[in-house]
């Protein structure tokens, strides 16, 4: 078990210093491998074990990395998503401005954009509406974070998430399990952490704080930045549709199409293949490639460099894959040990009578030693999700609100100062962890967590609904 504590601590530290999870992830592996006193078999456990492992993560996901990769670039580079965001502000005001932000970006990342596009097409027009209204440039980052890494990740039904697309072959689930526990979630995380920042800009406008005195240099590229996004529009239906057709055509899949065919005869081919297991997955990747398809086509004559953009949203999709999937093979190497048996054990019997209560706590841990909720996520799933599914079964609770359980405690503790996603959101706006991260955290920690609690409470009480 020590082995392993030190090895997870290891793999915390230098995450939250910058060290790449390609390398880290196989070298803290080998360290836990190495202080359990199994070195022998060090070379097995990384070809046999961590390499299974990762390449099954990436045979299973890759097509959603891909395609989500590919569709928000697709939407920032057509204009789409800056003609979304203007039209909110537009409509919302700039007397609005925290919670015109939070929608903007909401919408874009519930439609499917990826949350590091969103943050960097949504910056420009916060500072902006920040500086008119006079709220300090500090608030900057928690809002777009409220409207990118919470609810519309974790909680909204339908999310195109990757987060939210990783328990369904472990649970045989789809992106729209336990849609009312789901809403629910979402609403008191969106109600809560805009009622927060609010607070927050309040008291800055009483204690006199205003925007705050900035670099010039840094504002003359953010004004540049943000006349290029008016400039980049089109219009507004058109902006609407891609984002429509990917929960559109997601739920047309999963509750009128798949459900009414019989998938039967793929099982003559292929024996091991278990297909209701796997319609969630063909339904979003359907509903992505969809959309994909149909900014490219209603936009053709009007892309600057389509190849360009094609090129740049596909190559986008790797690192966030490799880093995930080198996770996943970390995780199977850590649950090979011996040591993992009694932490197993232990997770497992937090809550015996209750499978929910045990897998939020596990899903939080490891996404907050991770710093990221879909490595914690995936590790966890990966060496618990047969066990939580057997338990979950014997004790009446069904596989949706498990799913939807699994996927909002990912996004509890994942934001740790040394989340990768919390470091790229302060760079793009320029700030440090000692400027923001506290009101990042509340938005992001503080208020996920008492609603997974609410969540948790209405499913067992209740059922999944």
Not at 254 to 271: I, K, N, Q
Not at 401 to 426: E, F, N, S, Y
Request: hydrophobic share 55%; with cysteine.
């Amino acid at each position: 078990m020590l082995a392993i504590v030190v090895s997870l601590l290891v793999l915390m530290l230098l995450a939250y210093r910058g060290v790449t999870v390609l390398l880290l992830a196989p070298l803290a592996a080998a360290l836990a491998v190495l202080l359990s006193g199994d070195a022998a078999l060090l070379l097995p456990l990384y070809t046999s074990t961590f390499m299974a492992a990762l390449s099954g993560y990436v045979l299973q996901y890759l097509p959603i990395f891909l395609l989500g990769a590919l569709f928000g670039r697709l939407m920032a580079d057509s204009g789409a998503a800056q003609t979304l965001a203007l039209w909110i502000v537009r409509n919302v005001g700039e007397r609005h401005a925290i919670l015109t932000v939070v929608l903007a970006c909401a919408l874009l990342t519930y439609g499917g954009v990826s949350l590091f596009v969103v943050a960097f097409a949504i910056y420009p027009i916060a500072r902006s509406l920040f500086q008119t209204a006079d709220i300090p440039k500090r608030l900057v980052p928690a809002t777009i974070a409220l409207g990118s890494f919470t609810f519309t990740m974790t909680a909204l039904p339908g999310s195109p998430a990757i987060q939210n697309a990783i328990p369904i072959p472990y649970f045989g689930t789809n992106a729209f399990a336990a849609p009312g526990l789901g809403v629910i979630g979402a609403v008191f995380i969106f109600t809560a952490g805009l009622l927060w920042l609010q607070w927050r800009a309040a008291g800055a406008r009483r204690a006199g704080e205003g925007y705050g005195r900035h670099e010039d240099a840094a504002a003359r590229d953010d004004d540049q930045a943000l006349t290029q996004l008016q400039q980049q529009t089109l219009p507004l239906p058109l902006a609407l549709l891609p984002l429509l057709l990917v929960v559109g055509v997601n739920a047309l899949l999963t509750y009128a199409v798949f459900p009414r065919v019989d998938l039967g005869f793929m099982t003559e081919r292929f024996e091991s293949l278990d297909p209701a297991r796997l319609t969630g997955l063909w339904s979003l990747i359907i509903a992505l490639l969809t959309a994909c398809a149909t900014l490219i086509v209603s936009r053709l004559g009007h892309w600057q460099d389509l190849k360009e953009s094609v090129n740049q949203g596909v190559f986008g999709f790797m690192l966030p894959l490799f880093n995930t999937a080198s996770e996943v093979g970390y995780g199977a190497v850590i649950a090979s040990l011996a040591g993992f048996a009694l932490i197993r054990d232990a997770v497992l019997n937090v809550s015996p009578g209750n499978p929910l209560i045990s897998e939020a706590i596990a899903m939080n841990v490891l996404s907050g030693i991770t710093g990221s909720s879909s490595g914690g996520l995936s590790i966890a799933l990966q060496t618990l999700g047969v066990d939580y599914l057997q338990m979950a079964q014997q004790a009446g609770i069904s596989p949706e609100l498990l799913h939807r359980v699994a996927v909002m405690a990912a996004g509890g503790m994942d934001t740790l100062p040394h989340c990768g996603a919390i470091i790229t959101l302060l760079s793009i706006c320029k700030l440090t962890h000692r400027q923001s991260y506290a009101d990042v955290a509340a938005v992001t920690m503080l208020f996920p967590l008492p609603a997974l609690v609410l969540v948790i409470t209405l499913g067992t009480l209740f059922g999944s609904f």
